[in-house]
């Protein structure tokens, strides 16, 4: 059998929608000339240290900020609402433990709408959001510990999410050091335009189908390297160049072996992206002070280095870059810095959602077709 | 808490890309003035009777008819590829027996992904588009054995695609009258333009994520009754109408109280769907006589009273109306009509991954931005 691409006819052009207005939204917007993040209105500048995860979780859901009340409804929700059925549960047992974290969530989330229909299978609405949303990050740390051989922690809805995800992460009451550079990450992720996984969960929504089904698409798209799947990257890079002396030439000997440096450039941003700059703060102030030093040094080397041998590609640290950094420091393994991210984006996600559903129409393009439209069929003896 | 759709700012226009060129394919084209549907080239009446699925998914994956050898290869790499790994198995039991096909489905597909990184994690190719294609069926049958208590059915690599799908939910030889509908059928939905399963597989793919991921998703839009959700709608609405003497006055109440006819109409199609003409056929020769008698009253009728209705709206008989009588005839449940769709369109999803890897470019479009930009964060007290 010859290969897929062997093909006699011409190879479709990638567009990749690039410029093409696929839907408006009131969610957020990535300025990329400018660098500038927008939630709801809200410069992330404005949120981030600022406003808690579940403040920027209702701003995203409910397009304002909460009033008390409002946010201490929206703490007992979330908090009512982590527990996971059996069969969820049972599901993440039967996965092998070196499954990669993503591959369990997207399996994980699925399970839990096909077990939970009585939640889940309506239109998806504010509650459904809030029901998933919680529930998230309590998969993956279900996933965590049952791939160590350990028992899943059970909830405690007194927590926070970043609070929350940690306690059953980890077992343990978590540190102020730990889960508050967690929650700004969480509050920097949480929506962010347009973006693959974020269209990949509105055209499943617009043919009426399930908030879960949506949210396990959204995951599959999200853990493509060209999308989410790369910060663990930067780890291993930085773990690779080893430390700041070697920066220079590790660098130098990439760059002429063709290989693409890590957490540098971005398809929307031609600025520097605002969350690395908020991340760099956090990591400085919460990573061990020589990996702070080793990747401040990586980052400025890979800029000036960028620019000479790519002069004009405007490549800037994305927010990939201090992801690791920050992430490293909250105690989280590199397989689980994507499925971290995903924690916080299910937020944005499920936001999407329900803007879709509120006003849907069906995503369904128009191809161009590049093929023949006139072969005749001959049977098997005479081809 | 207030509802979703209450914020202050304007919501979002739905435009569903309707006439976008989202992307180039050689694959399938709809022509929906004229009716036609074309895969590669061919008429779809030209291979709809004629080529076996098996042919038709060599023609999708690798752009032309088999020949001998190459038909024989492709059937043994099928059959070859049909044994699903104990961690599937272990996911379909911990699901409850009434969890929906589709979203067995989709966990089992989600799950196998996860089980077998050593076949799915690369960039998807040719020989995982077979592995993933032979493995849905026996997902389902699997689950449907198993959600009645049953043992599934040991794959038999001498089987075709519809005789093993068959033969693993019933466990028994499947009759020339069952399985070679069932072929036709499987031919028919191979396939179909940039519907919204489609284009979802393909946004993921685009993210350089693995097949498993990308027809995780698919299946998860393809379960949406405004996509592939409904076929079993129409057997529930023939049950309802029960024989011809009632159709006139089922359809004209269900006209007058602003229910929606199942069976009719296509976001595309402005003609008669070529696929529903083969179907008619098909059920014709398969149905019991008094069923098809039913179908093709009620089809009658609603269609003179659609066009009295809805003069100009140019609502015609869908793929999903004698989908219906033909599956039912097959021996399917109707909770297992979408599955099926699923079974015949893995082929075409997985082509379009294969079309879309080979030249990817990230689909990541553009938003309008419809809110505010410019708001300012007040702490908690003062909101």
């Given at each position: 059998?010859?290969?897929?691409?062997?093909?006699?006819?011409?190879?479709?052009?990638?567009?990749g929608?690039?410029?093409?207005?696929?839907?408006?939204?009131?969610?957020?917007?990535?300025?990329?000339?400018?660098?500038?993040?927008?939630?709801?209105?809200?410069?992330?500048?404005?949120?981030?240290?600022?406003?808690?995860f579940?403040?920027?979780?209702?701003?995203?859901?409910?397009?304002?900020l909460?009033?008390?009340?409002?946010?201490?409804?929206l703490?007992?929700?979330?908090?009512?609402?982590?527990?996971?059925?059996?069969?969820?549960?049972?599901?993440?047992?039967?996965?092998?433990?070196?499954?990669?974290?993503?591959?369990?969530?997207?399996?994980?989330?699925?399970?839990?709408?096909?077990?939970?229909?009585d939640?889940?299978?309506?239109?998806?609405d504010?509650?459904?959001?809030?029901?998933l949303?919680?529930?998230?990050?309590?998969?993956?740390?279900?996933?965590?510990?049952?791939?160590?051989?350990l028992?899943?922690?059970?909830?405690?809805?007194d927590?926070?999410?970043?609070?929350?995800?940690?306690?059953?992460?980890?077992?343990?009451?978590?540190e102020?050091r730990?889960?508050?550079?967690?929650?700004?990450?969480?509050?920097?992720?949480?929506?962010?335009?347009?973006?693959?996984?974020?269209?990949?969960?509105?055209?499943?929504?617009?043919?009426?189908?399930d908030?879960?089904?949506?949210?396990?698409?959204?995951?599959?798209?999200?853990?493509?390297?060209?999308?989410?799947?790369?910060?663990?990257?930067?780890?291993?890079?930085?773990?690779e160049?080893g430390?700041?002396?070697?920066?220079?030439?590790?660098?130098?000997?990439?760059?002429?072996?063709?290989?693409?440096?890590?957490?540098?450039?971005?398809?929307?941003?031609?600025?520097?992206?605002?969350?690395?700059?908020?991340l760099?703060?956090?990591?400085?102030?919460?990573?061990?002070?020589?990996?702070?030093?080793?990747?401040k040094?990586?980052e400025?080397r890979?800029?000036?280095l960028?620019?000479?041998?790519?002069?004009g590609?405007?490549?800037?640290?994305?927010?990939?870059?201090?992801?690791?950094?920050?992430?490293a420091?909250?105690?989280l393994?590199?397989?689980?810095?994507?499925?971290?991210?995903?924690?916080?984006r299910?937020?944005?996600?499920s936001?999407h959602?329900?803007?879709?559903?509120a006003?849907?129409?069906?995503?369904?393009?128009?191809?161009?077709?590049?093929?023949?439209?006139?072969?005749?069929?001959?049977?098997?003896?005479?081809?």
């Open positions: 059998m010859s290969s897929a691409t062997a093909t006699a006819y011409p190879m479709p052009k990638p567009e929608l690039e410029g093409v207005v696929a839907a408006s939204t009131a969610l957020s917007h990535v300025f990329g000339e400018e660098g500038r993040l927008v939630y709801r209105g809200y410069d992330i500048h404005e949120l981030a240290g600022k406003a808690s579940e403040e920027v979780a209702h701003l995203l859901w409910l397009g304002h909460p009033d008390g009340r409002e946010l201490d409804e703490h007992r929700k979330l908090g009512a609402n982590r527990d996971l059925p059996d069969a969820v549960f049972a599901v993440l047992r039967a996965l092998p433990a070196d499954t990669a974290p993503m591959d369990a969530l997207r399996t994980g989330i699925s399970a839990l709408g096909a077990a939970h229909r939640l889940f299978d309506d239109t998806p504010l509650e459904e959001a809030i029901a949303a919680a529930r998230v990050p309590a998969i993956l740390a279900a996933f965590f510990r049952l791939r160590q051989g028992d899943p922690v059970p909830p405690r809805p927590l926070n999410t970043a609070q929350s995800y940690l306690y059953q992460l980890f077992g343990t009451e978590p102020p730990h889960w508050q550079p967690l929650e700004v990450y969480l509050v920097l992720l949480a929506d962010h335009g347009m973006n693959a996984s974020t269209f990949t969960a509105r055209v499943i929504a617009s043919t009426a189908s908030l879960c089904s949506a949210l396990t698409g959204a995951v599959g798209a999200l853990k493509g390297p060209l999308h989410g799947g790369a910060p663990s990257k930067v780890l291993d890079m930085l773990n160049i430390s700041a002396e070697n920066v220079e030439a590790w660098l130098t000997h990439a760059l002429d072996t063709g290989q693409r440096l890590m957490g540098f450039g971005h398809r929307v941003y031609k600025a520097e992206d605002p969350r690395a700059e908020i760099r703060g956090m990591a400085e102030r919460a990573s061990d002070p020589a990996f702070y030093a080793l990747s040094t990586t400025e890979a800029l000036a960028l620019e000479e041998r790519k002069p590609r405007r490549l800037y640290t994305n927010v990939e870059f201090y992801s690791a950094a920050v992430l420091a909250v105690g393994p590199g397989d689980m810095f994507t499925p971290t991210f995903a924690v916080s299910s937020v944005g996600w936001a959602v329900l803007e879709q559903v006003n849907n129409r069906l995503i369904r393009p128009q191809s161009e077709f590049v093929g023949p439209t006139d072969l005749h069929f001959a049977p098997i003896e005479s081809r």
